[in-house]
């Protein structure tokens, strides 16, 4: 069967189920809500000030958090806070990631989503990295990647939390936290700015009080522009609103919508022909300019309660629910050495022609009581609470594949392109053939308990656990009735524990340990359903806070182990295989705060192992992995510093900074020794306010013109970094 177009029909049994399984899952607020109704009130968490008629909540509660302040917690966390994205003029998730060592990029299918590795563990492959957005796992649909719009801070998350968090790598979790609406307040701002390659961007944000008690926080952006990369363009929009609503003086209602909207071609990025990274400029497009746009699109509700029973007890109860659908062509390197005709005369790069719709629904509903109280001399703080997740994927893709070398195929029949002299168009677009045309369902529920302990002044001890129950199921169209379902389910208990020691005021010591479970949504080729991945993760460290609370830092040690890791079956794209055990360790090192002398400063360092722990054969390369074997994409060194210093300008305010990120060589493909080389990136910002309200604002990003590489999946996949690149901008307050 050949077909040059992708039909509507294939995703509808998805849509007709939207709502169906929240409706099922609303009772478990209920459930948690009973725990504490006895409980009489206290003192109010919204709070009016003297002399005003205005309601101000103090931001909002983090799921799966707690009470508690974060050198309590026997986790590493930092944050990247608005100032750090707002001085570096940062607009992408994977751009914000790079501020924290512990993170690495992976490989983003052409652009097109986010993928990043935490303590050395990515995900699958298949699939964009997850995360979680105001503690609702919501990044793992088709939407692009992620606009930094919106977002107030991104939380990095890291070690054996998943035991509480759960569906998550054992290497951490990525909390978005959004900006609110504040209730009662009226204010905004409003940005222009205009970079390198024509780059032109419009940001908008305003809070607006339309009651005493109800607020609206618009927040809205457009970009467009071309890239360093021959014929690769960009269009980018979103629409982020947001309402508030405070019902008394102790319930918030929050509701979040999210719209956007990404165009841009697929691009594959550059060939390396024998470890020579100057086989092509780094600008040169290998794909088809006559494909167009890849389209991905996002539509997502959130819907917030928090409410506070009294000083000691609170309720926070929510659903979500997001649409994605990625859609287009694109021209991709062959990789497999048979089929390639780049090997045999070091010119001609023979292509395969894909197409794709991924369309994906994620629905999930939570509730949680966090509350405390005594038992003797013992204090008590725990956490109860439960979350429902459905995860549908309906992923129909195409393509034509060039025949094997030794049939002898003409250039056209191998969709040939020269990498020293490409001409674009120069055949017939050929016909694709259907290879995966399938719905992959994920439903789950969950229930978990926390409980830290106060045994004195000093010490603390955590303890609790996860309760998963997953049910996986595919529908392979492509196969024969009979055989085209499958089904498996699956439950476990995770437990965690954990100790925090008050060293003295500033130095706190933690050690915890947890287990994880995550689904491996999907099946083989063979239509064979994934065991889940499970994990085990062990951490101690030291945390610092100095100064007044003014600077925090964390030293941790750690390692993770987990199973049933997946890759990619090159040999049958769209499909995964389980590739066994994988370990990984490390030192970390991050220091956040404000100096004497207003100075900003921030490090982060981490030192990661992330190795293979079995031997199985690569199902991409047909090579054999072996215990020891590097994973792809993880350098073994990573630093990243920023300073930055506040002063004044003919009497106006103003900044400015600088940073270097330094990211160690990895390997840039499984079962080979072909190695990214380390990079070194430097970068300037500043700001200065010339009038009131009204502020000029600059970044030279990559200063010196360094040629680096963001990551590969291998020597026909490699995705060169961006040259140096310059924006000015003006930023209106009111």
């Excluded at 021209?331 to 048979?338: G, H, M, N, P, R």
């Amino acid at each position: 069967m050949s077909i040059q177009f992708l039909p509507r029909a294939c995703a509808a049994p998805v849509r007709s189920r939207r709502f169906h399984h929240i409706a099922r899952a609303l009772p478990l607020a209920a459930v948690l809500a009973w725990v504490p109704a006895q409980a009489q009130t206290g003192d109010a968490v919204h709070h009016v000030p003297e002399g005003e008629g205005a309601i101000t909540v103090d931001g909002v509660r983090q799921a799966y958090r707690g009470d508690f302040s974060v050198k309590e917690i026997p986790q590493a966390i930092t944050e990247i806070d608005a100032e750090t994205l707002q001085q570096n003029n940062i607009l992408r998730l994977t751009d914000a990631l790079d501020m924290n060592a512990s993170v690495a990029r992976q490989n983003t299918l052409g652009g097109l989503w986010d993928s990043f590795a935490i303590r050395g563990f990515a995900g699958d492959e298949n699939l964009p990295s997850g995360y979680l957005v105001n503690g609702f796992n919501a990044g793992r649909g088709f939407g692009g990647q992620r606009d930094v719009a919106g977002i107030e801070r991104v939380e990095v998350l890291k070690g054996p939390a998943a035991a509480l968090i759960g569906r998550g790598e054992p290497g951490g979790t990525i909390n978005l936290v959004t900006k609110q609406a504040e209730i009662g307040r009226t204010f905004g701002s409003g940005s222009l700015q205009y970079g390198s390659y024509d780059r032109f961007r419009a940001d908008a944000d305003a809070n607006l009080a339309l009651t005493d008690g109800i607020t609206a926080r618009l927040i809205g952006y457009y970009e467009k522009g071309d890239t360093f990369r021959d014929y690769v363009s960009q269009k980018r929009w979103g629409f982020l609103p947001l309402i508030g609503v405070a019902l008394g003086d102790r319930t918030r209602l929050t509701y979040d919508f999210e719209w956007t909207r990404v165009e841009v071609p697929f691009d594959r990025g550059i060939v390396v022909l024998n470890n020579d990274f100057d086989t092509v400029p780094r600008s040169r497009f290998l794909g088809e300019p006559g494909d167009g746009d890849t389209v991905a699109r996002a539509t997502g509700h959130q819907l917030r309660l928090d409410h506070q029973f009294n000083d000691d007890w609170s309720l926070l109860v929510g659903a979500s629910h997001r649409d994605t659908l990625l859609t287009g062509f694109s021209s991709d390197a062959e990789q497999t050495a048979s089929r390639q005709k780049l090997y045999v005369d070091g010119h001609s790069l023979s292509r395969q022609r894909r197409s794709r719709r991924y369309d994906a629904e994620h629905s999930v509903v939570r509730a949680e009581v966090a509350g405390k109280f005594e038992t003797g001399s013992l204090r008590h703080r725990v956490l109860i609470g439960g979350d429902f997740d459905q995860f549908e994927y309906d992923n129909y893709f195409t393509r034509y594949r060039p025949p094997a070398l030794s049939s002898n195929p003409s250039d056209q029949a191998g969709y040939v392109i020269d990498i020293d002299n490409p001409v674009y168009g120069q055949y017939p677009l050929p016909a694709t053939s259907v290879l995966t045309n399938r719905l992959d369902t994920q439903r789950s529920f969950g229930f978990y308990v926390q409980d830290q302990i106060e045994l004195t002044d000093r010490l603390q001890i955590r303890i609790g656990g996860r309760y998963d129950n997953l049910t996986l199921k595919v529908d392979n169209r492509t196969l024969p009735e009979a055989n085209r379902y499958n089904s498996r389910k699956y439950e476990r208990f995770s437990p965690q524990a954990g100790i925090v020691y008050d060293l003295s005021d500033p130095i706190t010591l933690y050690a915890a340990y947890g287990q994880g479970y995550r689904a491996n949504v999907g099946a083989d080729f063979f239509n064979n359903i994934f065991d889940p991945e499970t994990s085990e993760s062990i951490e101690a460290g030291v945390k610092l806070t100095a100064l007044g609370g003014a600077l925090t830092g964390t030293l941790s040690v750690y390692q993770l182990t987990k199973d049933n890791v997946l890759a990619s079956d090159n040999n049958n794209p769209g499909f995964s295989v389980a590739i066994g055990k994988a370990r990984s360790r490390g030192i970390e090192l991050d220091v956040n705060g404000h100096l004497p002398g207003d100075i900003d400063v921030l490090l982060s360092y981490a030192y990661t192992d992330a190795e293979a722990r079995e031997a199985v054969n690569d199902p991409n390369f047909a090579t054999q992995i072996l215990p020891g074997d590097r994973l792809i994409n993880i350098p073994d060194h990573v630093l990243n510093i920023q300073v930055a210093k506040h002063f004044e300008l003919a009497g106006r305010e103003a900044q400015l900074g600088a940073g270097m990120q330094y990211v160690g060589e990895r390997l840039g493909e499984t079962g080979t020794d072909f190695t990214l080389p380390s990079h070194t990136l430097f970068r300037l910002f500043g700001s200065v306010d010339v009038i009131e309200g009204v502020e000029l604002f600059g970044t030279i990003s990559n200063l010196f013109d360094e040629t680096w590489y963001a990551s590969s999946y291998s020597s026909v996949w490699v995705q060169p970094g961006t040259p140096r690149t310059a924006t000015v901008g003006v930023r209106a307050r009111f």
